[in-house]
């Protein structure tokens, strides 16, 4: 009587120890703050501010829905396991249209990851995601400036989605100019590509068309926006409204994302 005591006693304990060593392990799918959740306190208030207005501004336009989370980590998950799950939680973008984003960063895992909803995998698939991640994103966190580098992701995430309802948000353009554009390209990249195609035409068009006619071809300006072309819209409309939870959106487990 006394051994089997001692075994159910025994048994018990690895059992509460198993179960502790899971807990541990088990990271935590926080309930969301609102459209940004900085639980690593990695965004500058700033920053805050002008993501929540983004987000808040795209939701009253267009119904879609983009939330940012940092996080220290997502182990034992991998980051996109991860972002999936917390995507289906939180049920990200409008019910019926699924079109919810969602920027996930693990600042001690050094990674981050984009996830699209089903209503938003057209507008932002699993390419565009890439290089909004490895383009605008990653050259920031690099340098340490995480703040900046969530912000400049956002704003392209946000001006594809608004793309995608044909509508205009405010300050996009301004913010653009200030956040993205000085990361398109380093201006060591910059320089070897121009060298390269001035070369070209000097070897091929030049002598073709002469000196005046080669000038010709170096006047024109670059029309469209940014990295992934087309130009962003107008200033129209203002930011406003309030957090009131997510609307019902899935995802089917698109997006990108990587390391840094």
């Not at 009587?1 to 799918?29: D, N, Q, W, Y």
């Not at 992701?153 to 044909?166: K, Q």
Request: glycine share 16%.
């Amino acid at each position: 009587m006394r051994f089997t005591h001692k075994l159910i006693f025994v048994l018990l304990a690895g059992f509460l120890c198993f179960a502790s060593a899971l807990s541990a392990e088990e990271p935590a799918f926080p309930e969301p703050q609102g459209f940004i959740n900085d639980f690593a306190g990695l965004i500058a208030p700033s920053d805050f501010q002008q993501l929540n207005a983004l987000a808040q501004a795209l939701k009253q336009k267009t119904t879609a829905e983009i939330t940012v989370v940092t996080l220290k980590t997502t182990k034992p998950y991998d980051i996109q396991d991860y972002s999936v799950r917390l995507f289906e939680k939180w049920k990200i973008g409008k019910a019926g249209k699924d079109n919810g984003v969602l920027l996930l960063v693990a600042v001690e895992d050094k990674k981050a990851w984009i996830t699209t909803g089903y209503g938003l995998e057209g507008a932002i698939p699993d390419a565009a995601a890439s290089k909004i991640y490895r383009n605008i994103i990653a050259p920031y966190f690099k340098k340490g400036e995480f703040s900046k580098g969530i912000l400049a992701g956002s704003i392209v995430i946000v001006d594809l989605a608004a793309r995608e309802y044909n509508v205009s948000i405010e300050d996009l353009p301004k913010l653009t100019q200030q956040y993205v554009r000085p990361v398109e390209k380093s201006p060591l990249a910059s320089f070897i590509q121009g060298l390269f195609t001035l070369l070209f035409f000097v070897l091929f068009f030049g002598l073709r068309l002469g000196l005046f006619g080669f000038l010709l071809l170096g006047t024109g300006r670059r029309r469209g926006g940014y990295w992934y072309g087309g130009g962003l819209s107008g200033n129209s409309g203002g930011f406003g409204g309030g957090f009131g939870g997510f609307g019902g959106g899935f995802t089917g487990g698109g997006g990108a994302g990587g390391g840094w």
